[in-house]
């Protein structure tokens, strides 16, 4: 079952600030995190580990909220350069797959 | 790049046909995946490999078969095309710890 993204879109201007959900009806016990642009493939962005570890990005953070079984996006101070699809992709139950989101897309203008 | 190409990059068929698309990669890495990708429903999975001649269904594999006789190659089949396959259809492997995917096959189904 695919996880819930919220916002399915969000259009913001060069500087502010946007966060992305992704809600799952099963238990995460790691979340990743990806960028589409139009016409590309997903590009990797960050993974969240329980036990709060993550890796990935260094201008984007995340937060991984096991008990409610959720993970959020940080992007701050956005760059025209952060428009795209955003999706989150949960590992399976036997942690061999990742199960994505249907997406969220940020447009930042200038 | 982590080394992983898809082919075709582009495909029409008819109704009926069979069709297989290729990833090929050169890392070595064991899992490979295959992904479908529509407007409205983000990414989904079809059939993933987790080495030679082993693979496992994914969230959409009806009318979907895979094969991976080599650990560079693994083929997605289409038995009998339909145009509700008419899709962008994405391979992708682990790199570390995150999923690098392939450019992508525009597959259109008249």
């Known amino acids: 079952q695919q996880p819930v993204q919220s916002p399915q879109a969000v259009i913001l201007r060069e500087g502010e600030d946007a966060v992305i959900n992704c809600s799952s009806s099963?238990?995460?016990?790691?979340v990743h995190w990806y960028r589409q642009k139009h016409g590309e493939a997903p590009v990797f962005l960050m993974i969240?580990?329980?036990?709060?570890e993550q890796k990935g990005h260094e201008k984007i953070s995340a937060s991984f909220n096991e008990k409610k079984q959720q993970s959020s996006l940080y992007l701050t101070a956005s760059q025209l350069s952060y428009s795209g699809t955003y999706f989150c992709?949960?590992?399976?139950?036997?942690?061999?797959?990742?199960?994505f989101g249907k997406g969220t897309t940020l447009s930042v203008s200038s | 790049d982590a080394g992983i190409t898809q082919s075709p990059r582009h495909k029409v068929t008819e109704t009926g046909t069979p069709v297989t698309l290729r990833c090929h990669q050169t890392?070595?890495?064991?899992?490979m995946y295959w992904y479908r990708q529509d407007p409205g429903h983000g990414l989904r999975l079809i059939h993933y490999?987790?080495?030679?001649?082993?693979?496992d269904k994914g969230e959409v594999s009806d009318g979907y078969s895979v094969s991976r006789s080599k650990t560079e190659d693994f083929l997605l089949t289409l038995e009998s095309a339909t145009s509700s396959q008419t899709s962008v259809y994405f391979c992708?492997?682990?790199?570390?710890?995150?999923?690098?995917f392939g450019s992508g096959t525009r597959l259109t189904v008249v």
């Open positions: 099963k238990a995460l016990y790691s």
């Open positions: 992709g949960p590992e399976n139950q036997a942690g061999t797959a990742l199960i």
């Open positions: 490999s987790y080495g030679v001649k082993d693979t």
């Open positions: 969240l580990l329980k036990g709060g």
């Open positions: 992708a492997i682990t790199a570390g710890y995150g999923y690098t």
């Open positions: 890392e070595n890495h064991r899992y």
